[in-house]
Nanobody, 124 residues
Framework: QVQLVESGGGLVQAGGSLRLSCAVSGLTFRTYAMGWFRQAPGKEREFVATVSWNGDSTAVADSVKGRFTISRDNTKNTVYLHMNSLKPEDTAVYYC?????????????????WGQGTQVTVSS
């Protein structure tokens, strides 16, 4: 059974930092590219960041460029989202996702598995 379990969300003040983790089990982690997405109330799920199977290639959305980075540890079957300089508009439920591919994708429909999400709330 494939499981993606996010953690690390919470309430933080604007300008603060959080690190989200996504622990993956039930699949061969190193054969999957990983992504982070977010969904705010009343909005569609949007791409945040993606990382290739080996961690060498990453991409982030323009809205978080320079503030968020994505990384992975294939020895721990875990992907991370490092979030700095958080803004109130970053408030959303953050989801990690896995796609059986070498390279990351930006469209949610491309992903095979999803976690349940973790809430991030940034206060002004």
């Amino acid at each position: 059974q494939v499981q993606l379990v996010e953690s690390g969300g919470g309430l933080v003040q604007a300008g603060g930092s959080l690190r989200l983790s996504c622990a993956v089990s039930g699949l061969t982690f190193r054969t999957y590219a990983m992504g982070w997405f977010r969904q705010a109330p009343g909005k569609e799920r949007e791409f945040v960041a993606t990382v290739s199977w080996n961690g060498d290639s990453t991409a982030v959305a323009d809205s978080v460029k320079g503030r968020f980075t994505i990384s992975r540890d294939n020895t721990k079957n875990t992907v991370y989202l490092h979030m700095n300089s958080l803004k109130p508009e970053d408030t959303a439920v953050y989801y990690c996702a896995a796609v059986r591919a070498h390279w990351g994708r930006t469209e949610p429909s491309n992903y095979d598995y999803w976690g349940q999400g973790t809430q991030v709330t940034v206060s002004s």
